[in-house]
Nanobody, 127 residues
Framework: QVQLVESGGGLVQAGGSLRVSCDAS????????MGWFRQAPGKEREFIAS????????RYADSAKGRFTISRDNAKNTVYLQMNSLKPEDTAVYYC????????????????????WGQGIQVTVSS
């Protein structure tokens, strides 16, 4: 089992940037596909970005393309989500998630594929 803890959230003005991090522990981090999801008030949780075990393949939601960048550092057991040009509609609780995926090039965008979840962290973008 892998444990995930998000950090780096907070309040930022529209147009600003924020980087959230997710530290993993418990198992070999490089054996996991990692993803970021978010849930805004009154809405369902939605996919934002995911990254293969080696960082070479990434996928993004349309809402994130060109503004957000997912990356990972397997030596630090950490996955990041760099968010630029933030908008008020990006306000949500952001969740890190992991899926066991030993050396697979397949990068899922379906939250049902992810086995482990962090507790979530609030990101608020003010207008």
């Amino acid at each position: 089992q892998v444990q995930l803890v998000e950090s780096g959230g907070g309040l930022v003005q529209a147009g600003g940037s924020l980087r959230v991090s997710c530290d993993a522990s418990g198992r070999t981090f490089s054996n996991y596909l990692m993803g970021w999801f978010r849930q805004a008030p009154g809405k369902e949780r939605e996919f934002i970005a995911s990254i293969a075990w080696n960082g070479l393949t990434t996928r993004y939601a349309d809402s994130a393309k060109g503004r957000f960048t997912i990356s990972r550092d397997n030596a630090k057991n950490t996955v990041y989500l760099q968010m630029n040009s933030l908008k008020p509609e990006d306000t949500a609780v952001y969740y890190c998630a992991a899926k066991a995926s030993i050396r697979s090039a397949y990068v899922s965008v379906d939250q049902r594929d992810f086995n482990y979840w962090g507790q979530g962290i609030q990101v608020t973008v003010s207008s």
